[in-house]
């Protein structure tokens, strides 16, 4: 779906439906913040453990003890600077990381039966203050008069571009998008973080000297190897590629498209101009799914459905996702197959199975068989897939990379790739800790 392409679909137009007010309603956030109040008996409450679990479990590994002491004695800057310091992308993993399975998961009041500390609040206490007072802890370190070419500015990218400046490398960022934050900027769901936060969290970087150079495809305008002739060591980011097909017919009707594009779409325009069907089916169990469901449904789609082969043990989203897709009235049809979609031009239905469930299989995940004589419709007029991404398999072979799954490997040491290329698809925090690292084994590649 591009943009604008759900307009001329013929589907209804939001402003029809929702008025501007339930619209912002709707998109609201969900989180609300801390009032300062609230931030200091919060972290008034937390014992400063030594060797704390929740900094362990975090994978920047930010010193959680530290930044809230330094919130409970009212020093911001200080609360704001230990953050930032381990994970650049502080802020929106504050916002979007799945903490209750993270630092706030780890966190030892869970022991004594009792709330753990509210990390991701108190997190974003921190560094909303620092976006809203633009401080900038960090400056550029002394000239090395070396040169790092970093392909993507998402979370992994941006990350390693902060601290190659902290370093001192010059630093190129070359991004296919018209703006910086990948994934922060083109793929949160609307009531955790909008575009103007992931893009100021951006900015920060950037205005420690990295040249940003939006709107160019490596591989098309830039080519790998002058990339390898003109700097001394490049950092691949560029994240996952298009989303898995169904492989079913109908697939190539007006009205199916990809979660992500949805997404995307919904966070680069306003409310009103995200066209929805009435009766959404969404196929997929993962945190992109819930993302797309639960913004169906707060658009004013009247019916969603999650449609899912496997059972509920399979989801891979988290349950906190799972449950808030339900509260918002998503309907889940577990054990259940597409295998066809219906509809002449456009989607009227989607033809599904029953499954049954075997053992697990070589990918941990459970084989599936299609039930006999279960076949069953659910009627709809938009399709979502969220499958999960596949790897840039060209990309990887412009790059002389090898595709490893869903990953991509490199065998060159001055030639590095991380987020979610590397990992095959994580949290932005795993994307950020893989920048920070990124930039750790340039640095010591280079001062060699
Ligand atoms: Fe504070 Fe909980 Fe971390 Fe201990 S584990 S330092 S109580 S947040």
Redesign the pocket.
């Known amino acids: 779906m591009s943009k604008g392409e759900t307009a001329s679909r013929g589907m209804r137009s939001l402003s029809d439906i929702l008025s501007p007010e339930q619209l912002a309603e709707n998109f609201a956030e969900i989180a609300p913040p801390l009032s300062t109040d609230a931030a200091l008996l919060e972290a008034n409450?937390?014992?400063?453990?030594h060797d704390?679990?929740?900094?362990i479990a975090c994978p920047t590994h930010i010193d959680?003890?530290a930044f809230?002491k330094k919130i409970a004695s009212g020093n911001m800057r200080g609360s704001a600077r230990v953050i930032l310091d381990a994970n650049p992308m502080g802020h929106s993993c504050a916002r979007a990381c799945p903490v209750e399975v993270l630092?706030?998961g780890?966190?030892?009041?869970n022991d004594r039966d009792e709330q753990?500390?509210r990390?991701g609040l108190l997190q974003r206490h921190a560094t909303d203050w620092a976006l809203q007072h633009k401080y900038q802890p960090f400056t550029p370190g002394k000239p090395v008069n070396k040169a790092v070419a970093i392909v993507g500015a998402g979370p992994a990218g941006l990350s390693c571009a902060r601290d190659l400046r902290r370093f001192g490398y010059e630093v190129t960022i070359y991004e296919e998008r018209d703006q910086p934050g990948g994934l922060n900027t083109y793929g949160i769901a609307e009531y955790k973080m909008r575009q103007p936060l992931a893009l100021a969290e951006a900015m920060m970087v950037l205005e420690l000297g990295a040249v940003f150079k939006p709107g160019v495809r490596v591989g098309r305008d830039v080519t790998m190897e002058h990339l390898k002739k003109n700097f001394d060591a490049v950092f691949i980011a560029v994240g996952l590629g298009a989303t898995r097909r169904l492989g079913i017919p109908g697939e190539e009707l007006a009205g199916v498209s990809d979660a992500l594009t949805f997404i995307e779409h919904l966070k680069s325009n306003p409310h009103n101009r995200t066209p929805i069907g009435r009766q959404v089916v969404v196929v997929g169990a993962g945190n992109t799914a819930i993302d797309a469901a639960t913004q169906a449904k707060r658009l004013g789609a009247e019916r969603v459905t999650l449609v899912y082969r496997r059972g509920a043990e399979d989801m891979s989203a988290y349950n906190y996702e799972q449950e808030l897709a339900r509260t918002d009235g998503c309907e889940f049809r577990l054990n259940t197959v597409p295998t066809r979609i219906l509809g002449s031009g456009k989607v009227t239905g989607i033809e599904c199975a029953r499954s049954e469930l075997g053992a697990p299989g070589a990918d941990g995940k459970r084989a599936f068989k299609e039930v006999a004589n279960s076949t069953h419709v659910i009627e709809c007029d938009q399709v979502f897939r969220a499958l999960g991404q596949t790897p840039l398999a060209d990309l990887a072979k412009m790059f002389d990379l090898r595709v490893d799954g869903s990953r991509m490997v490199c065998d060159n040491p001055k030639v590095l790739v991380g987020g979610d290329c590397g990992s095959g698809g994580a949290e932005i925090v795993n994307a950020a800790a893989d920048g920070v690292q990124a930039a750790k084994r340039i640095h010591a590649l280079l001062s060699q």
């Open positions: 409450k937390c014992l400063m453990c704390a679990p929740c900094t959680v003890p809230i630092c706030e780890a966190c030892v009041l753990p500390i990390i």
